[in-house]
């Protein structure tokens, strides 16, 4: 039994319908990434677990309990927010303490949670100082203890990471990853970095205008795609995805009639969508002419986005070359690592 279940849960604002009966478990003690572009319902749907928000319809359980009409407040759970939320007026330790002294909790016992839980984010020294004397990465571990410090049955996180820089963010995915595995906590983390979430789940759930795409564990999701959607939004860089004809003798093509030396088992005139991701496409002096449009060395690999035909590839190269804006290259696909796509509903076929 999931230690959170979601049930057909539907949230409509008027006549807006946001969610469209989101249904998922999430097992106890596990890291669970909500994902997906904006708008897609991510935010709407944590909200809605944490009981911040009513919900039009469905269920939602904690622990074996069911939820609907419970207070946020009785739900126990922690949600740590995108702006931080902190109280300005207040410094660290009484940030930290503010849930323990709406619930009454002994004096000595919260100090004693405010300690550990600031020892266990290295911010003993910051205490006694107030949210503007801090930096971003600062607050973001304040709002993180103050989560820690009510030992919740459930961590909720609602794009943490978003208002910090590049160097800072990547910091904060391995504290966040490590503070869940210290305490063993179940966490539901929302963000739109599918990166974020590929470094830091056990499971992901992918979210497009208010249904679910896929769920399962990060390299499933990528070696394995349901549907072109996801296969497009899970990797950095994306798979490039262009559709292509059967023909004859089972080999694909282009528009303009290029042969891509891709074979598959469906029938001559076939329409279909192929996908390929970047790291799967490669130099080779025997494949189709392509030309290159920019190159982005990257410092051990080396980014080409050339031009094929009708189409534009990325190519992810693990080593440093020396190309050039408009220079001629032959390209070639590794065939067991192609996806095909319904062109239709866009579901992945089963087929090569």
């Known amino acids: 039994m999931s230690y959170v279940s979601v049930a057909n849960l539907h949230k409509k604002f008027g006549t807006a319908e946001i969610l469209k009966g989101i249904s998922f478990g999430v097992e106890r003690g596990s890291f669970v990434s909500l994902v997906g572009p904006s708008g897609c319902g991510k935010s709407t749907l944590l909200r809605l677990i944490a009981g911040l928000d009513p919900l039009t319809s469905g269920t ?18 922690a949600f740590v927010f995108q702006s931080y ?23 000595a016992e919260a100090q004693d949670r405010i300690r550990a839980a600031a020892a266990s984010l290295g911010i003993e020294e910051l205490l006694d100082r107030y949210p503007r004397q801090l930096s971003g990465g600062q607050r973001q571990r304040v709002a993180m203890g103050r989560a820690i410090v009510r030992d919740p049955k459930v961590f909720l996180f609602d794009e943490p990471l978003s208002n910090l820089d590049a160097e800072l963010r990547v910091r904060m995915r391995a504290e966040i990853r490590e503070l869940h595995n210290r305490l063993g906590a179940t966490t539901i983390y929302v963000t739109h970095d599918q990166v974020e979430a590929m470094t830091m789940s056990d499971r992901i759930v992918v979210l497009r205008s208010g ?8 390299l499933d999701l990528y070696d394995s795609p349901a549907n072109a959607f996801v296969a497009g939004f899970i990797g950095s860089p994306a798979m490039n995805i262009f559709p292509v004809k059967v023909a004859a003798g089972g080999n ?30 490669r130099l080779d002096e025997t494949g189709v002419p392509a030309v290159v449009r920019f190159v982005e060395v990257q410092g051990s690999e080396t980014l080409v986005a050339a ?28 065939e067991a690592k192609v996806h095909f796509f319904d062109p239709h509903d866009r579901k992945r076929m089963s087929i090569q």
């Open 60 to 77: 939602i359980e904690i622990d074996g309990r069911q939820m609907n009409g419970v207070s946020a407040r009785h739900r126990d759970i």
């Open 85 to 107: 939320a902190l109280y300005p007026h207040m410094t660290v330790r009484e940030n930290l303490g503010f849930s323990l002294l709406m619930r009454q909790t002994p004096a």
């Open 211 to 218: 249904d679910i795409e896929q769920i399962g564990a990060p």
């Open 252 to 281: 694909v093509r282009l528009e303009d009639g290029t042969i891509l030396g891709i074979a598959t088992a469906l029938a001559a005139g076939t329409e279909i969508i192929c996908g390929i991701r970047p790291e799967h496409i």
């Open 307 to 334: 031009q094929l035909g009708p189409i534009e590839l990325t190519i992810v190269v693990q080593q440093r070359l020396p190309l050039a804006r408009g220079e001629q290259i032959r390209i070639a696909f590794d």
